[in-house]
């Protein structure tokens, strides 16, 4: 193992779902040593841009090794910078690798190796009542023009309200809040380095909330600077703005179909009618597909029925962008289309090196999305299984 190591601690500081989430928003490629005083020897996690692609403890390989590594509580950490030359056994992305890791140690289904008994919040960590806390990267003050304090209980934004202001959090915790006719649903909440806003505010002149943000502590927040943010957003391509863009459609359909679910207004199919799967292959790392014509669903296949996850449009994107790590297809959704579905191909190592050129604070904001796209998803499979278990 080379010797330029370039970031070290230990995880009794800094958890694991933590540091993979670090080492992704940078785009990191190296290997990530393990050492535990409580076990036999170290452990490996071979990462290529920000992915984990296997772990190595002993004579045992794969993704059961890197969630038996979440357990690993007080080790000590190195990350060495260095290609990769090395077989890719774990497919999955990384987010979906952190929230699968932390939920089976939070269900006790992972040993814990060591005595740190803490338990910070994490992207992916829940409260005691099962809504996911998200926590963000650390904030970069340059960004911040002015401080604005909320108390308990008191609203941040309000659905159905128009708004274009962001904000990072400094202290305290908030909770997004999906407004029914029913009742109020928690889907997730937020604490240090989250954001609170929305990328298409930066795209529209007016931007409708789409849920109800409220301190659950008294909360300090960071107002950034807008317009600084936003002539930096204008001076993307139109591609990866389309990207970004996408990602958040995402997001607020599936905040929707996931407060539904709570009230239990979400209907599970037999079959996708007349659309057909999308066959996309997890070989396709270097490109994504942008839609240009015909009707696209990401679907979730639960106990051999479907549900829509969220409906696709023109110029919205299809596939798995690793270096936000946001895909839904293909390991953790699918894509059915129908017959007139036409799309274009986008090379993602031109995308990718223009997003590496992104201010930290963009994207810290873009990372945050997808991460939500992600915990998002998670909250409504565990919101069905609660479902099905009351039942």
């Avoid at 909440?189 to 505010?201: P, V, Y």
């Avoid at 959704?333 to 090196?353: G, H, M, P, R, Y």
């Amino acid at each position: 193992m080379s010797s330029n190591i370039v970031l070290k601690g230990s995880l009794s500081f800094l958890n694991l779902g933590e540091l993979l989430q670090l080492l992704g928003g940078s785009g990191s490629t190296g290997i990530l040593k393990l050492t535990n005083m409580y076990t036999d020897g170290a452990g490996f996690i071979f990462i290529i841009d920000g992915n984990p692609v296997d772990a190595e403890y002993q004579n045992q390989k794969g993704q059961d090794v890197l969630n038996a590594f979440f357990g690993w509580v007080d080790a000590e950490f190195e990350f060495s910078d260095e290609k990769i030359l090395h077989r890719k056994t774990i497919q999955k992305n990384r987010m979906e690798l952190i929230l699968n890791g932390l939920r089976m140690l939070d269900d006790g289904l992972i040993e814990i190796v060591g005595q740190a008994t803490s338990k910070n919040a994490t992207v992916g960590s829940s409260d005691d009542s099962g809504v996911p806390i998200i926590k963000g990267p650390l904030v970069d003050y340059l960004y911040i023009v002015d401080e604005d304090a909320f108390a308990a209980g008191q609203e941040v934004v309000v659905q159905e309200k128009y708004g274009n202001w962001l904000w990072v959090i400094l202290e305290g915790t908030v909770e997004v809040v999906r407004l029914l006719p029913e009742g109020p649903v928690v889907i997730s909440k937020l604490t240090e380095g989250a954001f609170i806003g929305s990328i298409k505010s930066m795209k529209e002149k007016s931007n409708v909330r789409s849920a109800t943000v409220s301190a659950v502590t008294s909360v300090q927040l960071g107002v950034l600077d807008y317009h600084r943010i936003l002539e930096e957003f204008t001076r993307i391509s139109e591609i990866l703005r389309d990207v970004l863009v996408s990602i958040e459609y995402r997001l607020m359909h599936l905040t929707t179909i996931c407060a539904n679910a709570q009230f239990k207004k979400i209907k599970m199919l037999q079959n996708m009618g007349e659309l057909k799967q999308l066959p996309i292959s997890e070989k396709t790392d270097g490109t994504i597909y942008k839609i240009l014509k015909g009707n696209a669903t990401v679907v979730k296949k639960i106990n051999n029925h479907f549900l829509q996850l969220c409906p696709l449009n023109p110029d919205d994107m299809i596939g798995n962008i690793p270096f936000l790590s946001t895909s839904h297809e293909p390991h953790s959704a699918q894509i059915f289309v129908s017959d007139n579905f036409e799309t274009e191909e986008i090379d993602l190592i031109d995308l990718k090196e223009e997003y590496d050129e992104l201010s930290t604070t963009l994207k810290n904001m873009f990372l945050h999305t997808a991460t939500c796209l992600s915990v998002t998803t998670g909250r409504l499979m565990d919101i069905l299984k609660n479902s099905k278990a009351n039942d």
